[in-house]
């Protein structure tokens, strides 16, 4: 495995050839900030794309946009304890490094041209005013950071039952503990607390996440916002649209990969729903009308199962209609300009899956910093 080298000798020198097939993998901090301080000294603008790894094509399409933007980008791979409780899937998470390098390299490997242009992911990448030129000839434009838990967390101590850990924690009260928040008490404090350690220790330019997580998307957005942030600037966490499956709409989770060939496909039901929620607003439905919706189309394939004798079980743990910046629940009437989230999570056996739909706005038209 590549180690970067040392202060004396830059680490990015290298061929495009050989930098489309070799992508730095950097382990600890100081080896972090050095490269950093290097990017910056040279005046390269840095795009950061946190993930827990077990990549698939929609981590790919984060890569791909910020590649296409910014001539540097590092994407973390780290499963962050913090956001697991004690009952979670912590230890049954996948972690699949090598897997996730090849997935990165075939990536690379399609060639500057098809990673940096010309696969649009938004109206964002089709609007941009001038390609980004891509990084320095002979460097990669992609470095993984894959910390180890005591990188991240140099304080250990209790690391999945917060209430008992000591040490720095971030909680963004009034929007991280409901819908996700309420259903996963400590998740959105573990999440808040690894992205502003990443946050500080890459100070990215841009940070990329995905509508899939829309809570989390926009609670950095406000976290970011709220504590006078600049790496990124709440403006430039961007939110890309959400990958799905091009057959079923399911969107791809790494998650995924714990659902039987039965319950993935019992799956999709969470996008139909969601999908006839969108409906019933385009039709002027209030909020409460869009849940009762989404609730029986669930309902519906609930009884179709039973009826069936499938022994796939489909329990819905919430559905939420809300204003993307003040999480506020909506059950009356949205007006028009309203900028809404429909969200939902169900359990497919023992999976629990999430997804949402954006209404009235699109993913990356987001200015948090403006309008909160
Ligand atoms: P994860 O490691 O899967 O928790 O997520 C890392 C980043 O990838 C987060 O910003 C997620 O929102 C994003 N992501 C995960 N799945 C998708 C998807 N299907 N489409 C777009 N982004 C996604």
Known sequence: ???????????????????????????????????????????????????????????????????NRHPLTVMSLFVNPTQF????????????????????????????????????????????????????????????????????????????NLSEHRGAKVHVQGWGDVMEGASRPQFFTGVATVCTKLFNAVEPDHAYFGQKDIQQALLLKILQTDLLSAHPLPENLHILPTTRDKDTGLALSSRNAYLSPAELGVAPVLQRAL?????????????????????????????????????VVLKPDYFEVFDRNSFAPVRGTPGPGDKLV?????????????DNLLLGWDAETLDVSNDV
């Open 342 to 354: 429909v969200s939902g999570a169900v359990w497919v056996g023992g999976t629990r899956l999430i």
């Open 1 to 67: 495995m590549f180690a970067l080298a040392p202060r004396s000798a830059p680490p990015l020198a290298r061929t495009y050839s050989s930098a489309r097939t070799h992508i730095p993998v950097i382990r600890s901090l100081g080896q972090l900030r050095r490269w950093r301080a290097e990017a910056r000294s040279r005046g390269l603008e840095v795009g950061l794309i946190p993930t827990m790894g077990a990549l698939h094509d929609g981590h790919l399409n984060l890569v791909r946009a910020s590649v």
């Open 85 to 160: 409780a004690p009952h979670e899937d912590l230890g049954a998470y996948p972690r699949t490094f090598e897997g996730d390098m090849d997935k990165l390299r075939g990536l690379m490997r399609q060639g500057p041209a098809a990673v940096i242009h010309g696969l649009g992911i938004s109206e964002y990448d089709r609007r941009l005013p001038r390609p980004n030129p891509g990084p320095p000839a002979g460097e990669s434009p992609l470095v993984v950071f894959a910390p180890t838990v005591e990188t991240m967390y140099p304080l250990r101590g209790e690391l999945q």
């Open 275 to 311: 999908q006839a929620a969108r409906s019933a607003f385009d039709n002027c439905a209030s909020g409460a009308t869009m849940l009762e919706v989404a609730t029986r189309v669930v309902a519906q394939e609930q009884e179709r199962l039973r009826v069936a004798g499938s022994e």
